[in-house]
């Protein structure tokens, strides 16, 4: 950063702010051979009475899975009563990191189901609620009829497949495969 710095500015890890001797080091500051420089993005902040600056994060606080969001990810895993779910996206907003969630069998269809097999596949994106968030494993479910399956892959050959009645179907390979679909599947 060039120049004299103001509340207000906008600054990067490692711009300068000033030195020792004009100011005391506040939060998002560090000192190195008598200097003050920002330890983070943000925005500056001079209190003039106590002579302390300050930078705080500019960015907005995280977004986080909690009970009763809306996801969206993608199966990584299909094993036993489980499915694990990479989460990327809240309703439409892209997450900043990725968070991992699992549908247990139970949370499938809300009815009794024996297998899962024919539920998920490794590589569908599906549309889950967020059931618990206490955890570190976010635990979901698709029993409602929105939420499902809403893009998957043929197991045979990776291609997209086609809702065709209540089946999917590939047009590569012509395998027909079954999911818990999501009711605006395409």
Same mark, same amino acid.
């Given at each position: 950063?060039? =120049?004299?710095?103001?509340?207000?500015?906008?600054?990067?890890? =490692?711009?300068?702010?000033?030195?020792?001797?004009?100011?005391?080091?506040?939060?998002?500051?560090?000192?190195?051979?008598?200097?003050?420089?920002?330890?983070?993005?943000?925005?500056?902040?001079?209190?003039?009475?106590?002579?302390?600056?300050?930078?705080?994060?500019?960015?907005?606080?995280?977004?986080?899975?909690?009970?009763?969001?809306?996801?969206? =990810?993608?199966?990584? &895993?299909?094993? =036993?009563?489980?499915?694990?779910?990479?989460?990327?996206?809240?309703?439409?907003?892209?997450?900043?990191?990725?968070? &991992?969630?699992?549908? $247990?069998?139970?949370?499938? &269809?809300?009815?009794?189901?024996?297998?899962?097999?024919?539920? $998920?596949?490794?590589?569908?994106?599906?549309?889950?609620?967020?059931?618990?968030?206490?955890?570190?494993?976010?635990?979901?479910?698709?029993?409602?009829?929105?939420?499902?399956?809403?893009?998957?892959?043929?197991? *045979?050959?990776?291609?997209?497949?086609?809702?065709?009645?209540?089946?999917?179907?590939?047009?590569?390979?012509?395998?027909?495969?079954? *999911?818990?679909?999501?009711?605006?599947?395409?």
């Amino acid at each position: 950063m060039s =120049g004299e710095v103001k509340t207000g500015n906008l600054v990067l890890p =490692g711009d300068k702010l000033g030195v020792i001797e004009e100011y005391v080091l506040g939060a998002g500051t560090f000192q190195e051979d008598g200097v003050i420089y920002s330890s983070r993005i943000g925005v500056v902040l001079i209190d003039n009475k106590s002579k302390k600056i300050s930078v705080f994060p500019k960015v907005a606080k995280p977004l986080i899975p909690k009970k009763g969001d809306i996801v969206l =990810g993608k199966v990584i &895993t299909v094993q =036993g009563k489980k499915a694990t779910v990479a989460i990327a996206m809240i309703e439409d907003k892209v997450l900043s990191s990725i968070f &991992t969630g699992q549908v $247990f069998i139970r949370q499938i &269809t809300g009815g009794y189901l024996e297998s899962i097999d024919d539920m $998920f596949k490794i590589g569908d994106i599906i549309r889950a609620s967020v059931i618990d968030d206490k955890e570190e494993v976010y635990q979901l479910s698709t029993a409602s009829p929105e939420l499902g399956v809403i893009k998957a892959y043929c197991a *045979r050959c990776g291609n997209v497949l086609r809702r065709v009645n209540k089946q999917l179907k590939c047009d590569s390979c012509g395998n027909v495969e079954m *999911r818990k679909l999501a009711s605006d599947f395409e």
